[in-house]
């Protein structure tokens, strides 16, 4: 089946500081992968994407590489900002099936001043 | 040009009611999913529809449904309601339903919270 494991939270980081959170999946086929990102009181937003193996999804300075071989898409920021507070979440979307996402428990960022 | 939107923003109810909850899509868009976010966890699925049809369920019982609109917009029903039903309930709508489109991105609205008494 299919399914996504997330690293626990919260994570509290200074600002400028190196983000990881690291994603792993198990799936049919093979999947597309997805971050979103939900800011507190608004709904998911996507944050990037990769579709194939050793494809890079990037955006807002964020990136996530999809490792066919470790059957991770960690996500990596180099400089993280207040603004960057959220809960991200790790998600999966079969190539054989509905087209509907499956989604890790989520990591709550915070990052202070 | 307004995103997803669903209505009622909040909702408290008792065990043993029925809910009614609303999505209407991003304009253009024809198929609505919906997803269950229980508190600290990541969201399921539970439907998608397109084009008035159900293209997929989720693991849920019975006493979950939902119908589209001809206008795509969607209402997803809960009977008999339990303690464990509270949670975020979520609508993504995209411009198609097949995986392998490049139109299938899934927008997210800001949810309806439930709370079951």
């Known amino acids: 089946g299919n399914s996504v494991t997330q690293m626990e939270g919260p994570v509290t980081l200074s600002e400028e500081a190196f983000l990881t959170i690291n994603c792993t999946y198990t799936a049919t086929g093979y999947p597309s992968l997805f971050w979103y990102v939900q800011y507190p009181g608004e709904g998911l937003q996507l944050l990037l994407k990769?579709?194939?193996?050793?494809d890079k999804g990037s955006n807002k300075g964020f990136e996530a590489t999809y490792r066919k071989e470790t059957t991770s898409f960690h996500l990596e920021k180099g400089s993280v900002q207040v603004s960057d507070s959220a809960v991200y979440f790790c998600?999966?979307?079969?190539?054989?099936?509905?087209?509907?996402?499956?989604f890790g428990t989520g990591t709550r960022l915070t990052v202070i001043p | 040009d307004a995103g997803v939107t669903q209505s009622p923003t909040h909702l408290i109810k008792t065990r043993g009611q029925h809910v009614t909850l609303r999505c209407s899509p991003i304009s253009g868009h024809k198929s609505v999913s919906w997803y269950q976010q229980v508190l600290g966890q990541g969201p399921q699925f539970i439907f998608q529809?397109?084009?008035?049809?159900?293209?997929g369920r989720g693991n849920f019982p019975d006493r979950f449904s939902a119908r589209q609109f001809p206008n795509y917009s969607s209402e997803l029903n809960v009977n008999a309601l339990l303690l464990g039903d509270s949670a975020l309930y979520l609508c993504?709508?995209?411009?198609?339903?097949?995986?392998?489109?490049?139109?299938?991105?899934?927008?997210f609205g800001p949810g309806t919270r439930l709370t079951v008494l």
């Open positions: 998600a999966l979307k079969d190539q054989t099936g509905a087209n509907n996402l499956f």
């Open positions: 993504a709508s995209s411009l198609a339903d097949r995986v392998n489109s490049p139109y299938n991105e899934q927008f």
């Open positions: 529809y397109y084009e008035k049809e159900e293209r």
């Open positions: 990769a579709t194939k193996a050793d």
